[in-house]
């Protein structure tokens, strides 16, 4: 399930599959994750994005795998996204099953 909620990007909600592809996902801000959330208990594909211009107040400026969360992100272009707090402007991730390839960060 994907739901836009006003200023956050995409939130992928728990327990469920999904695909992220072909998108521009930029000037999106949230608590965490600014343009992609990735709900906990959940698998998703991230693939041939561009990822820019997003902002967190925590964490995951562009992207943020909640824990036991399993993403698989490739061929994106992931660039000058900003997280205030904890760190990872790009990419924050803990306590996930992930695979990256072929992203320019």
Aim: proline share 2%; with cysteine.
């Amino acid at each position: 399930t994907m739901k836009d909620d006003g200023d956050d990007g995409v939130i992928i909600n728990s327990n469920s599959n999904s695909i992220i592809e072909y998108n521009y996902l930029g000037g999106n801000q949230a608590d965490s994750g600014g343009a992609i959330h990735v709900g906990p208990d959940t698998f998703v594909t991230i693939r041939f994005n561009i990822i820019e211009y997003n902002r967190a107040y925590y964490s995951g400026g562009g992207i943020y795998p909640a824990a036991w969360a399993k993403a698989n992100i490739s061929n994106n272009t992931i660039r000058k996204n900003y997280a205030a707090g904890w760190g990872g402007g790009g990419i924050t991730l803990w306590n996930q099953t992930c695979s990256t390839g072929n992203c320019n960060v």
